[in-house]
């Protein structure tokens, strides 16, 4: 039995088919959000566009649903505490505001307040953070910008829900509508007395509905059923057992949550949180994860770039190496307080570096301290969780990509919560628990509390001898984590084989550069078609760019693609070059070897040879006339530069020929 779960996230949207049977992974997709937070008038703001980030949810599960037609329900979830106005047809009005929008935490020029998050928060009685829906809400009433013929808002998730089943009224879940804020916990729902109290027409309020409540049918007739909160899904989809194991994720924020079975005091740090099915997570939420990892990187690239005059490709591999040196004291006294963008209870605190002797003022101490930072940060709600009574955990999960991909901070996690760390199974967490969570509304699983048992194979010890399950690599997973976290080396080129099985085993060997050759319908350099994830990771070590793989239902890609490799290697098929030669002079010339889909161009962007195994891609169809035009003509050079770019391709992707 197949489900589907879409994950509407800030930087990028991910779909997958889970099949209950195997509890598995059949396929999935990640594209790059196509609907960026725009370039903001005012540096608080951070908006979306909701009918962008609607057709291009349409469009990912649209090829899902070719795969499995028959798939028994579709799950969502997404960015939580951002809010979308909708008018009575269902029809979004504006912007999305996303969770990182700050119009919440302006001064309110009211001298009995800081802040409208302040002055929401202390009118109702309930704690509402810049970024939650209703604060930004009740900016917009304030300043009279919500739009004229709003009837309601909700999440995008929820949004997207609502407009695939053509629905008019959006219907929002407990875990979805907390995240807004002014939430009940005893009654279920919205505190509409405490909110109209405080100015709030609670007319606008979207309904709130049992988690896993069905809204309606696809045109194709699937049931999509009420969308979870991201932290929710990431729970539903990486915890087998939750009232034994915390869950520690870090990714570019971090966050520690565990399941309570009931709703009781709660510390002013951490955040209490509907969970599906009944009981609660608390969640201590920290906001820079892995973002403090990036601002020791940024220093360390500034530093390189100012003594060498140019600026380094890759500074991450940099910092793993320096984490390997030998002579790191843990307890030699240099501190990291992470805290660079404030807390969610206090936004102006900043971060520090003390502690520093002559001694441990080292680039590798700076390193293993950053890290460090960051999990004491974490560790420091495990005191808070511990008043209220919730001392019975016997194991961490950890998600994210920093946590997932560093092992060094998995090793640090282990140390300071003295329990032993266990990756979940799947890479995109979320998306597994709305697929789950759309289980629970079929039927197909009887209950929330049921779902754990449909995680898959028991995770494994993440440090240590033990084996390590590879990661499920999707559609822009590694492309992420890749360009975050400096997983790249150089490598040398192989000899182009005459067939598939004539590979060679090994092809990890490093130099300064050389060729990634393209075999259409087999292979892109050492990465071939039908390897398993164990295999794949194998090969892929050292690769010097950008990759993406998909897999079938088997467990064996059938879908790779790259982006475009570091600048001393050049990527080929045969003579020809693919990502310096411009993309129409290329099609061309590749079309008569094979032709491509015509109707796959039309747009100048996708060239897929379906006959052969391979696509082209690019984001533009930019042409050299539309250059000689005054859009580009009048932009500055270096901005006009980055736009030829758009002449060339910019990934190259290989499947079986004739799929």
Known sequence: ????????????????????????????????????????????ERLQDPGIILEQARHILSRLLTLEPEAVGIGLTGQMHGIVYT???????????????????????????????????????????????????YYNLQHELVPENAVSFCTIADYIAMRLVDGTVPLIDATQAAGIGGYHFQTGGFDKIALTQAGVDVSILPQVVPSG?????????????????????????????????????????????????????VPSAMEVRPYPGGGVLLVGAALSGGKSYALLEGFYRQLITAYTGNAPADVYSLLDQLLQEDGYDENGGLKVNTQFMG??????????????????????????????????ELHSFLNDLKITGAES???????????????????????????PLTLGAQVEEAAVGAALCAAVGSGAISSFEEAGA??????????????????????AVRNRIMNSYGLTAPQTADTVPETATDF??????????????????????????????????????????FYKVEFDGEG????????????????????????????????????????????????????????????????????????????????????????????????????????
């Open 1 to 44: 039995m197949i489900t589907v779960g879409l994950d509407i996230g800030t930087t990028s949207i991910s779909g997958l088919l889970y099949d209950l049977e195997t509890q598995t992974v059949l396929h999935s997709i990640t594209e790059e959000q196509a609907s960026k937070p725009s370039v903001p008038m005012r540096e608080w």
């Open 87 to 137: 008018d009575e047809r269902g029809g979004h009005l504006g912007p999305l505001y996303t969770w990182q929008d700050g119009r919440g935490g302006l001064l309110c020029g009211d001298e009995n307040y800081l802040t409208y998050a302040h002055k929401i928060s202390s009118l109702t009685g309930y704690s509402v953070a810049p970024g939650y829906g209703l604060a930004t809400h």
């Open 213 to 265: 409540t069905v809204l309606g049918a696809t045109p194709q007739g699937i049931p999509v059923y009420a969308s979870l909160g991201d932290n929710q899904a990431s729970f539903l989809g990486s915890v087998p057992l939750p009232g034994e194991s915390l869950l520690l994720n870090i990714g570019t924020g971090s966050q520690l949550s565990a399941w309570l079975p009931k709703y009781g005091k």
């Open 343 to 376: 807390t969610r209870a206090d936004p102006g605190k900043r971060g520090s570096v003390e502690g520093i002797t002559l001694d441990n003022f080292t680039p590798a101490g700076l390193a293993h301290a950053f890290l460090q930072g960051i999990i004491n």
């Open 393 to 419: 955990f016997n194991h961490i999960v950890g998600s994210g990509n920093a946590l997932r991909f560093n092992p060094v901070l998995r090793e640090k996690a282990e140390a300071a919560f003295g329990l």
């Open 454 to 475: 449909y995680l898959g194979d028991p995770l494994r010890h993440s440090s240590g001898g033990d084996e390590q399950p590879a990661p499920t690599l999707n559609a």
């Open 504 to 545: 060679p085993d090994n092809n990890n060997s490093f130099n300064t550069g050389g060729v990634v050759d393209i075999w259409p319908g087999q292979a892109i350099g050492p990465l071939r078609l039908g390897m398993n994830a164990a295999e794949l990771e194998a090969a892929a070590q050292g690769f010097p760019a």
């Open 556 to 659: 064996l890609v059938n879908f790779i693609e790259i982006g475009c490799p570091a600048e001393e290697w050049s990527c080929r098929y045969g003579e020809i070059e693919l990502f310096s030669t411009k993309a129409a002079e290329l099609a061309d010339l590749l079309n008569l070897e094979s032709p491509y889909d015509r109707q796959a161009a039309e747009g100048g962007c996708t060239y897929r040879f379906p006959e052969w195994g391979l696509t082209l891609w690019r984001s533009s169809g930019l042409t050299e006339e539309d250059l000689l035009t005054e859009e580009y003509t009048s932009l500055p050079p270096d901005i006009l530069e980055d736009e030829r770019r758009l002449l060339y391709f910019e990934s190259v992707s290989v499947f079986r020929a004739g799929s």
